[in-house]
């Protein structure tokens, strides 16, 4: 086959476009620049890019690189800067991967005639006896990826490949290693790449909305503090929110963008038993109502057993009360095995009960 590796400049990539090679595979990097400003970390940056076309001449690979930043920023930065406006939390990684991995860059393999296309994200595509494709987690539980790919339907699991879905982080490097590969002992990339160290997301939003005061109030709507950046706040929050010291811990429960108030409580007040999901993919058909599924709320979070309660929209009925997720992050709905992904969204602002 040929396939067409997604190189960032990561071991993870790196490796992945060995393996290919390995199994007889006619292999081709690509690094896609997608940011243009200002990058010291993620997987944007300008030596990251060389690090993916120094592996690919180590590998005896040619190397291609696709300029989608025009697609990056209409399709992660505009939505990331619009969600804080809107008092959501998003998770861009997600929709880069929706938009760029595996839209765009699937779709300009597909023009070139590549057969495939591949990552290094630690997940696994897997095939049953009816010859439906699922996506099923990494041999490593600790990186698993599965969930920031959940969006795969059936043609883009058929089109896709994770070489190093079957191998644990330590494997990974030792491979890379025993190779020669520069980027064996490179760092795992865990910040947004349009996001700096020195400036954070503070100044990135700052310099591209007016941030707005709002006051901190208790549920009974009794003002407890200020923060000067509504913005910047999200569900589940503690700090800086303006509160004295020394009382009970208190926390962000509701984000009330209209009317510019941050609404704190407990730790009982966070809790949620419910969950309205919108923007629903499934990896194949959609599961019945009062089907018991594993949901997954954040990259490294632990499954946490929910029943179906509705279909559309997408409710989502925990065992046990859980802190409320905030609205934008991403949900995924995993078999009762947790083994392989059925499905998933964006968590929605409003509940379908409040406790």
């Known amino acids: 086959m040929k396939v067409l590796v997604a190189m960032s400049g990561g071991v993870d990539s790196s490796v992945a476009a060995s393996e290919l090679l390995d199994q007889g595979h006619e292999v081709v990097g690509v690094t896609m620049r997608l940011w243009g400003g200002e990058s010291d970390t993620g997987c944007c940056s300008v030596s990251d890019v060389d690090d993916a076309r120094r592996v690919a001449q180590q590998l005896g690979i040619d190397h291609l690189v696709f300029n989608f930043s025009d697609d990056f920023n209409k399709h992660v930065v505009a939505p990331y800067v619009q969600a804080h406006v809107d008092g959501i939390t998003p998770n861009p990684c997600i929709e880069c991967n929706r938009h760029l991995k595996f839209d765009r860059l699937s779709e300009r393999a597909r023009v070139l005639g590549f057969d495939a296309v591949a990552t290094g994200h630690h997940a696994q595509v897997s095939?049953?006896?009816?010859?439906?494709y699922r996506l099923t987690r990494g041999h490593d539980e600790l990186k698993d990826q599965s969930y920031v790919v959940y969006m795969l339907d059936q043609a883009e699991l058929a089109y896709t490949m994770f070489p190093v879905g079957h191998l644990t982080k330590a494997q990974v490097r030792d491979r890379a290693v025993a190779l020669g590969l520069r980027t064996a002992t490179k760092p795992d990339s865990q910040d947004v790449c349009f996001?700096?160290?020195t400036g954070g997301r503070e100044t990135f939003l700052g310099n591209r909305i007016e941030f707005r005061k709002a006051a901190v109030v208790t549920a009974d709507g009794e003002k407890a503090?200020?923060?000067?950046a509504l913005e910047l706040v999200t569900i589940g929050q503690r700090k800086g929110l303006g509160l004295p010291g020394g009382g009970p811990k208190q926390f962000v429960v509701d984000v009330d963008t209209p009317n510019a108030r941050v609404v704190i409580g407990n730790e009982e007040q966070l809790l949620r038993t419910g969950l309205a999901v919108g923007n629903v993919m499934w990896a194949n058909v959609a599961p019945g109502v009062g089907e018991r599924v594993l949901v997954q709320c954040s990259a490294h979070g632990a499954a946490i057993a929910a029943t179906i309660e509705n279909l559309a929209p997408l409710v989502l009925r925990f065992d046990e009360a859980q802190r409320r997720i905030a609205p934008g992050q991403s949900v995924v709905c995993y078999d009762i095995t947790n083994s392989h992904v059925l499905g998933g969204g964006i968590a929605e602002?409003?509940?379908?009960t409040s406790n």
Do not use: E, L
């Open 195 to 197: 996001i700096s160290k």
């Open 225 to 228: 503090g200020a923060v000067d």
């Open 349 to 352: 602002a409003v509940n379908p």
């Open 127 to 132: 095939r049953d006896a009816t010859g439906t």
